[in-house]
């Protein structure tokens, strides 16, 4: 099955990127595995959550909301990324964590706090 082609700016995919961190102190909190794995049956490096999809990246803080698929419009992204934060928020709250609403954290020691990802694609994050 050959993948379609589309024009140029006729389809668009988002990624959003959030650390995950402790709800009082805003450290950050290894456990983007746990929110993957309690949508999704089995140990998945991604699942799809209504038409979004949720997956890992390098590190167990920080967690992907991409589109499932390209979309032909970004009208109405925010919307459904906007539902996504808060969905996994309130999962977060059993964890006493949340997302955090920032581009980077302000005093994470990486050298200290950083954990890999350790299921499905983590050979390729060890090598590297």
Do not use: C
Request: aromatic share 8%; glycine share 6%.
């Amino acid at each position: 099955m050959s993948t379609p082609s589309f024009a140029l700016f006729k389809r668009f995919g988002v990624e959003l990127e959030y650390m995950i961190v402790d709800v009082d102190t805003l450290d950050v909190l290894p456990i983007a595995d746990r929110l993957i794995h309690a949508v999704g049956s089995a140990r998945k490096n991604e699942v799809r959550h209504g038409a979004v999809r949720w997956s890992n990246e390098l590190v167990l803080h920080v967690l992907e909301m991409k589109t499932d698929g390209p979309a032909p419009s970004l009208d109405g992204l925010d919307g459904l990324f906007q539902a996504d934060v808060r969905a996994l928020n309130d999962m977060l709250r059993d964890h006493e964590a949340r997302l955090l609403p920032s581009a980077m954290h302000p005093w994470m020691d990486p050298h200290r706090e950083t954990r890999l990802w350790p299921h499905g694609d983590k050979t390729i994050y060890e090598t590297f």
